[in-house]
């Protein structure tokens, strides 16, 4: 299971790069499309009013699941969700397919999610909504399960 969570975090660090890089832009930018799609997250009592966001990839990397409070329209920007007193946050969901290059990585057909399916999300924390460049997470995990039905899904985070 443990080379499962690094496969993933390998195929998905350039795009987690990216949204580093360019993460939290003004909010006079577009944004990504409305997205019915959310992802609660609980058991973060230890990061109250810290922030975070989750990624998951599928099928090696060819399409990636994100899970934010916003996105921008580009898919490389956004605001990451503020963890609640409770040790939860609600993030919005979208799929996107990932490419570009290390160097310059990019994304394209980013669409709300409203899908059913069960999988795995790699959890990244901040200590600001605003990510930038070379911002470096303060923690990070996963979330083993989250089941969504019509785009709703729910699960506990795990270090």
């Not at 832009?25 to 922030?51: M, N, V």
């Not at 059913?116 to 790699?122: E, L, R, V, W």
């Not at 990244?124 to 083993?144: C, D, F, H, K, R």
Request: net charge negative; hydrophobic share 35%; charged share 10%.
């Amino acid at each position: 299971m443990k080379n499962t969570f690094k496969a993933i975090g390998f195929i998905t660090l350039a795009v987690i790069i990216g949204f580093a890089f360019t993460a939290c832009k003004d909010e006079e930018e577009d944004l990504a499309p409305e997205t019915s799609g959310r992802l609660t997250i609980t058991g973060l009592g230890a990061y109250s009013g810290k922030y975070v966001y989750a990624q998951h990839s599928i099928n090696n990397g060819q399409l990636l699941i994100t899970a934010a409070a916003s996105l921008n329209s580009n898919g490389m920007g956004g605001k990451c969700g503020k963890i609640g007193n409770d040790g939860s946050v609600e993030l919005k969901v979208w799929t996107m397919t990932p490419g570009g290059t290390q160097q310059n990585p990019s994304v394209s057909n980013i669409n709300g999610y409203a899908g059913n399916d069960t999988t795995t999300f790699g959890v990244y924390l901040y200590n600001s909504e605003s990510v930038t460049q070379g911002s470096a997470p303060i923690a990070s995990g996963y979330i083993q399960s989250v089941t969504f039905i019509n785009g709703i899904g729910s699960g506990a985070f795990e270090q």
